[in-house]
């Protein structure tokens, strides 16, 4: 839970240096960049640079160095020319298209960390970009690639090590920065995934509720509720342990069953509450069962081998809890209860 803690605050503080950054940084100049072999770069529709004298022949000479450099297959010199036009000249019309092809070429490197931060740093200085949506499209597939499995690789060749953790952090910007956009269901749906993959089953919960919570007319809603359902009732660890996990999974399987009811995956929701109820049952069951042979208790276990029942009515488990309440009543009549019950029952403990 101190994981799920800090990610909470994280996000938010993320979410609000986004936000301020996209005030302080330039947005994109109206202009549009042509290549052509022959000329190199060119602005079209009369704008200007946003450069003047010797800062704008420089400029474009580096923007056309890049770019024959990349013609060529020159990748690392054609990232490093580009990289020095983007930190030299951050407030001309160069320098969101060449982050966009320092990132494209750096992805083709598979150095995905790199690729996805050169992304995200055309996303928040130029916000205004007309690249927006296919930016973080690309950043999608980055984050999908490295849950996935990928390796990023250091230099351009060197493999690093899996890190689904860095994944779930890209997933976390994607969301943050394009909230309104098709890949934040997405988006939440494979921070779940990514999560559920590391065992961190509360994080998993933590994302599926953000998703149907904030996006519940997603196409991806049945699909979140009914994981939401199954990621709860993973955590349950039998009838003789904290039922709080058991009830969630059966509120949301309900709410699946209610809200869906022509999913494909109807049946497969009716079995997982089918096992949740009887879980529930069956805990109340035990509980009345303490009180009976352990405590005497006649007037608490009647309690609980009603619950039992009310918990799920057709099931068995509710059968032999309708029996055990004539045993009690029995009982305090001072009648003998079948010694192989008491003899059952202490077994289990």
């Known amino acids: 839970m101190p994981n799920l803690l800090l990610r909470r605050i994280r ?17 994109r100049l109206a202009a549009d960049l042509m290549w052509n072999a022959q000329t190199g770069w060119r602005l079209e529709g009369g704008a200007v640079s946003g450069l003047v004298g010797t800062d704008g022949r420089n400029a474009i000479d580096l923007m056309n160095k890049a770019r024959t450099a990349e013609e060529s297959g020159s ?25 966009f092809r320092a990132a494209k070429l750096q992805l083709t490197r598979k150095q995905y960390v790199k690729a996805f931060e050169s992304y995200q740093t055309v996303t928040l200085r130029y916000p205004n970009t007309k690249r927006f949506n296919e930016i973080v499209g690309e ?3 980055i984050a999908g690639a490295l849950l ?11 493999p690093g090590f899996r890190n689904r953790e860095k994944a779930i952090e890209f997933f976390e910007i994607v969301l943050l920065t394009a909230p309104y956009s098709d890949y934040a269901p997405l988006a939440l749906m494979n921070i779940a995934r990514g999560h559920a993959r590391l065992h961190d089953i509360p994080e998993a919960i933590d994302a599926l509720d953000r998703m149907i919570n904030n996006y519940p007319q997603s196409l991806l809603a049945p699909d979140a509720y009914l994981k939401l359902a199954q990621a709860h009732a993973s955590l349950v660890e039998g009838p003789y342990y904290d039922q ?26 009716a079995k997982g509450l089918d096992n949740m109820k009887i879980v529930l049952a069956e805990s109340k069951f ?12 006649f007037k608490a276990a009647k309690v609980f081998y009603n619950e039992a029942i009310t918990a799920y009515p057709d099931s068995d488990v509710a059968k032999r809890a ?6 009690v009543e029995a009982k305090a009549a001072g009648k003998t209860v079948a010694p192989e019950d008491r003899k059952k029952f202490l077994g289990l403990f």
């Open 11 to 27: 996000v938010p503080v993320l979410g609000l240096v986004l936000a301020i950054s996209s005030l302080f940084l330039p947005a």
């Open 75 to 99: 990748t690392g010199s054609a990232i490093s020319s580009y990289e020095k036009v983007a930190k030299r000249y951050p407030n001309s019309v160069y320098a969101p298209e060449a982050l």
């Open 139 to 141: 950043q999608y597939r």
């Open 148 to 158: 996935d499995g990928a390796r990023n690789r250091t230099w351009g060749w060197l």
């Open 244 to 269: 709080a996990s058991t009830k969630e999974a059966v509120t949301y399987f309900e709410d699946f069953m209610i809200l869906f009811p022509s999913d494909a995956n109807i049946a497969a929701a």
């Open 286 to 297: 035990k509980i009345g069962d303490f009180y009976f042979y352990r405590r005497d208790n």
């Open 322 to 327: 309708r029996l055990r309440l004539n045993d």
